[in-house]
């Protein structure tokens, strides 16, 4: 069984920076596709990027693209989620995810995916984005 643990999420300004991560504590994560979805609350959680295994291809959400990067670090058995210019509407709890590997191999699903196209979840951290 994978466990996920997200950390980094904090309150910051409108304009800031802030790398979240996404750690396996029990698997490794290089296996597997890995996706970041966040939630805002009264809404349906998004997809924002995702990495695959192996050529570590990437795909963003339209609403963070050229102001989000998402990579992985092997060694450290992590992914991340680096997050520039935040807006106010960044606001939500992030959340990191493995892809279904019976769906998708270790790709990433199109255009990031939807919650049902990924299987094992972390806990969530919270991004604050407000003046």
Not at 4 to 14: A, C, K, M, N, T
Not at 38 to 50: D, F, I, L
Not at 83 to 92: C, I, K, Q, R, Y
């Amino acid at each position: 069984q994978v466990h996920l643990v997200e950390s980094g999420g904090r309150l910051v300004q409108p304009g800031e920076s802030l790398r979240l991560s996404c750690t396996g504590s029990a698997w490794n994560l290089d296996y597997y596709a890995v996706g970041w979805f966040r939630q805002a609350p009264g809404k349906e959680r998004e997809g924002v990027s995702c990495i695959s295994a192996t050529d570590t291809s990437t795909s963003y959400a339209d609403s963070v693209k050229a102001r989000f990067t998402i990579s992985r670090d092997k060694a450290k058995n992590a992914v991340y989620l680096q997050m520039n210019s935040l807006e106010p509407e960044d606001t939500a709890v992030y959340f990191c995810a493995t892809v279904k590997v019976a769906a998708h191999g270790s790709r990433c699903p199109h255009s990031v995916g939807t919650p049902n196209d990924y299987d094992r979840w972390g806990q969530g951290t919270q991004v604050t984005v407000s003046s």
